[in-house]
């Protein structure tokens, strides 16, 4: 049998964005009932895992428990969402809690469809096969690059939109680095199967990366194919070519594997998504197309824009600004211009720190080039983004925004 409860304020997610918005709306005057639905144990810092599969720290420091973060005020609801009901101003649990609520923020994060590439979870942590993105494979990454001794690296690039569209060439470059400074880089072939036309969405970093990292380290890029099989006992993966069809088998010794990715199950099936299945918000306001009392923010949300951190940071005063004016009975007037980051890790010590917007078009925090690698770039998101996360995101406090 199922119990209902009411809160003035629900926030769908534990991650970067629904915790940050949750501490700024307790903070502000118009809201001091807040709920956050999430039913995940820990919290996961998840740009460090480019640096855990490269060897360069421990996959502990990535993590934190989930009561440590709940900012003190906020009910934390230790249950997941399984249906919406917009039209009443209700949700429903896996656990049978009904949840009625004033206002709504959805924030569940990315899915990782493992399952979509076939073989693939077989496969993962054994016959070469890695992945970054979860905390249980991310080792698995740095164990095959140790134990690289020549032959095929393959790293892939699935159809976005994913986590931090960067990541994959991160890991990449990384492992580059890795096999040269080891003597192995003769050896050794660096193929990068690309499900996009080009290296990077934003091109004034892609000219940068081809200028300056995949030309002169010659690593051969293969775009328009696409991941869709693992053949782990014969080390073999079939990709498909995305304009042909044509499949082609390639031989690996070592693979990295990005899946595929998409809104959750439960935001799909509900009300609330577009027809491809995001939270369906207006891309400068992040107020629900439809429902008024409603707003989108983070990965699983329909603004066209990179999935990562650094966009919440841009997103969430502008839903807190905006949230809080339809509380008080105004229109929403703030504005989000699509402001994200991606700091390329492009070799130990090395880095380009890419921000840009909607236009794709460079909005750099810094007085200099940022499309040249830099080994002070490396050490911010090296030493200090991580603690800009824990102390100022999550807990929804302002800062200049480089990254993230």
Same mark, same amino acid.
């Given at each position: ?19 940050? &918005? ?39 420091? #990535? ?67 890695? #992945? ?55 050896? #050794? ?38 991941? &869709? ?62 429902? +008024? ?24 005063? &502008?839903?807190?600004?905006?949230? +809080? ?50 080994? #002070? ?9 991580? &603690? ?17």
């Amino acid at each position: 049998m199922s119990s209902r409860i009411h809160h003035q304020l629900v926030v769908i997610g534990g991650g970067a964005a629904g915790l940050g &918005v949750a501490a700024r709306m307790l903070r502000g005057a118009q809201c001091n009932d807040v709920a956050i639905i999430e039913p995940s144990e820990h919290h996961f810092y998840q740009p460090l895992w480019t640096l855990v599969g490269g060897g360069v720290i421990g996959r502990e420091a #990535s993590r934190k428990p989930m009561a440590e973060l709940i900012p003190a005020g906020a009910k934390w609801i230790r249950d997941a969402v399984i249906e919406f009901r917009p039209e009443q101003n209700l949700l429903r649990t896996r656990d049978g809690l009904e949840v009625e609520y004033e206002y709504l923020v959805v924030a569940p994060g990315l899915q990782i469809d493992w399952d979509k590439i076939d073989g693939l979870p077989e496969a993962l942590g054994k016959n070469g096969v890695c #992945s970054n993105y979860s905390y249980d494979t991310v080792e698995s990454t740095w164990q095959n690059i140790r134990g690289f001794k020549g032959g095929n690296a393959i790293f892939t690039f699935p159809p976005p939109p994913i986590k931090c569209a960067g990541a994959p060439q991160k890991i990449m470059y990384l492992a580059e680095d890795y096999f040269r400074k080891q003597g192995l880089r003769d050896k #050794s072939n660096v193929i990068y199967y690309c499900a996009t036309p080009s290296i990077f969405s934003a091109p004034h970093y892609a000219e940068a990366l081809n200028r300056q990292v995949v030309g002169p380290r010659n690593i051969d890029v293969r775009y328009k194919h696409n991941l &869709v099989a693992i053949r782990g006992e014969a080390k073999e993966a079939v990709f498909r070519n995305t304009e042909s069809g044509e499949e082609v088998v390639q031989s690996y010794d070592m693979i990295h594997v990005v899946p595929p990715m998409s809104a959750p199950d439960f935001v799909k099936q509900s009300p609330l998504a577009n027809e491809a299945g995001w939270v369906d918000v207006n891309k400068e306001t992040l107020q629900h197309s439809r429902f +008024s009392n409603v707003f989108g923010i983070g990965d699983a949300s329909s603004l066209p824009t990179s999935k990562t951190a650094a966009a919440v940071r841009a997103q969430a005063p &502008v839903l807190e600004a905006n949230l +809080s004016a339809v509380m008080r009975g105004q229109q929403p007037e703030a504005r989000y211009d699509g402001y994200t980051s991606c700091p390329l890790v492009t070799g130990y010590g090395k880095l380009i720190l890419a921000e840009f917007d909607y236009d794709l078009k460079p909005c750099e925090t810094f007085p200099f080039d940022q499309s040249k690698e830099r080994w #002070s770039m490396y050490q911010l998101k090296r030493y200090v983004l991580p &603690v800009i996360y824990w102390k100022g995101l999550l807990r929804g406090y302002q800062w200049p925004r480089p990254g993230a």
